[in-house]
């Protein structure tokens, strides 16, 4: 059954990209916590979706460093097998231009 929701997250998120067709900016964190004293780690990922100023109208400003010109659209987080599918997705897709501090 996770499967599924994996797969389904996963063709959700590229499906959003092909409907969307345009820039925009996903600041993806992946961290863990220890869950509960369960003695193991949690993996969890924070995704937060924002659309450049203008972006509707075909008149796209980059907002790489200058974040005031970026609308947060959405922030998600997913926890355990399904955030470590989706991380592995960012950084492994052709399509997707990760940077790192």
């Known amino acids: 059954m996770n499967y599924l ?9 590229r499906l959003a990209d092909l409907i969307i ?8 964190t992946f961290s ?8 193991h780690e949690i993996p969890v990922v ?7 100023e203008g972006a509707l109208d075909g008149q796209a400003s980059s907002c790489i460093g ?4 970026c609308q947060g659209i959405e922030k998600l987080e997913y926890e355990n ?3 470590i599918a989706i991380w592995n997705y960012f950084t492994q ?3 997707v231009t990760v ?3």
């Open 5 to 13: 929701c994996e797969e389904f997250i996963l063709a959700f998120i």
């Open 21 to 28: 067709n345009m820039d925009y900016v996903a600041a993806v």
């Open 32 to 39: 863990t916590y220890n869950g509960l004293g369960e003695g």
């Open 46 to 52: 924070n995704i937060c979706l924002a659309i450049p």
């Open 66 to 69: 200058d974040c005031q010109n």
């Open 81 to 83: 097998d399904l955030a």
């Open 93 to 95: 897709s052709s399509e």
């Open 99 to 101: 940077l790192f501090e």
